[in-house]
């Protein structure tokens, strides 16, 4: 069973700083793409990064340049470093995961950004 877990969210102000961290249960960590989402209320949950198990990445245009996704293999740990944060970054964040063919989430970290 994959678990995932996530955790560094908080309130900031505009221009900050924030580091989310995800640890992950489940075997074979290291050959599994792993990718950060975010979700408003009432919005349909947005695409924000993504990293391969070759660590190739990939980032939506939102915030290209600003956030930096990487990860330990060896503590299965995602992060998504965040800065220049916006108030239009405010979101609820979660961690996913792709094991075989099923993916798996996290249940979220809010992030919240005021100006």
């Known amino acids: 069973q994959v678990q995932l877990v996530e955790s560094g969210g908080g309130l900031v102000q505009a221009g900050g700083s924030l580091r989310l961290s995800c640890a992950a249960s489940g075997s074979l960590f290291s050959y599994n793409p792993m990718a950060w989402y975010r979700q408003v209320p009432g919005k349909q949950r947005e695409f924000v990064a993504r990293?391969?198990?070759?660590?190739?990445?990939n980032y939506a245009d939102s915030v290209e340049g600003r956030f930096t996704i990487s990860r330990d293999n060896a503590k299965k740990m995602v992060y998504l470093q965040m800065n220049g944060l916006k108030p239009e970054d405010t979101a609820l964040y979660y961690c996913?995961?792709?094991?075989?063919?099923?993916?798996?989430w996290g249940q979220g970290t809010q992030v919240t950004v005021s100006s």
């Open positions: 990293i391969r198990s070759d660590r190739l990445t």
């Open positions: 996913n995961g792709i094991w075989g063919t099923t993916e798996y």
